[in-house]
């Protein structure tokens, strides 16, 4: 009986170790998951901006960029410098965030508009929660 339990706390083990906890990536994909916050790290992607630049050039609002900014700086997805007055912000790792927006554009061309119409995340729920 010792050495089922044994085996079993290993499996449990292996399982673990094999599965690490998704609580990180799921923080990562919501904060991915907000159009607004997408376009700016888009557009972050050609280079840093103040504010201002991504305001005129995404057209929205002063506070709704700042508040996108300060949720992607918290994830640690952007970073920002002193510019005199202002502050301009890059993406922080360029490199794996460029990956991963490679990744899924490779993904949503294999999977098709199957991600639109799924009933739970699909473009019909994202409509929904708007109303």
Known sequence: MKRVAADLDLARGVAAAVEPDPTAAVCLFRSLADPARLRILRHLALGEHRVVDL????????STVSQHLACLRDCGLVSSR?????????????PELLAL????????????DAVELCPTSGRRTATASRE
């Open 55 to 62: 305001t005129a050039h995404l057209s929205l609002a002063q």
């Open 101 to 112: 927006f490679a990744a899924a554009e490779r993904l949503l061309e294999v999977t098709g």
């Open 82 to 94: 002193a510019y005199g007055r202002a502050s301009m912000f890059s993406l922080a790792t360029a």
